[in-house]
């Protein structure tokens, strides 16, 4: 069963434009990760982020975590049409197991 | 390239053969893990391996599944008596250090489209 859902399932931009996509889950967490799929093709990770951590930054990508939220964002600035893709999020949930489990997704158009 | 590979890429098969599918992982990963992924979803997790012991296995991975990992180093996932509910992408993932709870990197995928 999936972790979380996702919000939005779709979001469509314009180049240039920032892109913030984000993620709830149910349970407690040792990290959360943000992960990139072109259509049809594996997934590129992109950034984890730590229970301990609020916020963190890589290149043009900035994730925030709020665990007693249980949610995260993650916030691509400047959008580019190669951003284009499914962006999921993933959550490590217990030192006993190190299997990851998935949002939803949310599906980034970026119109040049 | 020394990325997760998998093979083949796609498989279509008649329902009630059998399949196998193979992934090598990064060269230095101890920690090897399946999922599947149906068309609008995300990844589910089927199994994973520390080296060559298979540490946990999803509800989702039937008796008609069973992956091995011989020598710790690539893994097989095998389906017998594929259905056309079998249909998915598979993909395979490689990590290094639990301690470090670090990334997982993702192959491209074998996708299999059972007839």
């Known amino acids: 069963s999936q972790q979380g859902e996702e919000d939005p399932q779709a979001l469509s931009i314009q180049e240039g434009e920032n892109a913030t996509m984000n993620c709830s889950y149910k349970?407690?967490?040792?990290?959360l990760q943000w992960y990139r799929q072109n259509s049809g093709r594996g997934l590129v990770h992109l950034i984890l982020?730590?229970?301990?951590?609020r916020e963190k930054h890589s290149g043009r990508l900035r994730v925030t975590l709020d665990t007693s939220k249980k949610s995260s964002s993650l916030l691509i600035t400047a959008s580019r049409a190669a951003d284009t893709a499914s962006y999921f999020c993933a959550t490590d949930q217990s030192y006993n197991t190190d299997k990851l489990i998935f949002g939803t997704g949310t599906r980034l158009q970026v119109f040049p | 390239d020394t990325g997760v590979s998998q093979n083949p890429r796609h498989k279509i098969t008649k329902r009630g053969q059998n399949v196998t599918f193979r992934c090598d992982p990064i060269s230095e990963h101890n920690r090897l893990y399946w999922y599947r992924q149906t068309l609008g979803q995300g990844p589910e997790f089927l199994t994973y391996f520390q080296n060559e012991a298979q540490l946990e296995k999803s509800r989702l991975l039937s008796d008609r599944f069973s992956a091995e990992r011989p020598k710790g180093s690539f893994s097989t996932l095998e389906i017998q008596r594929t259905e056309q509910g079998d249909s998915a992408m598979y993909l395979c993932a490689s990590s290094l250090d639990r301690e470090k709870r670090n990334e997982q990197f993702f192959g491209p995928g074998t996708r299999l489209t059972v007839l």
């Open positions: 349970t407690s967490i040792n990290n």
């Open positions: 982020i730590r229970s301990n951590e």
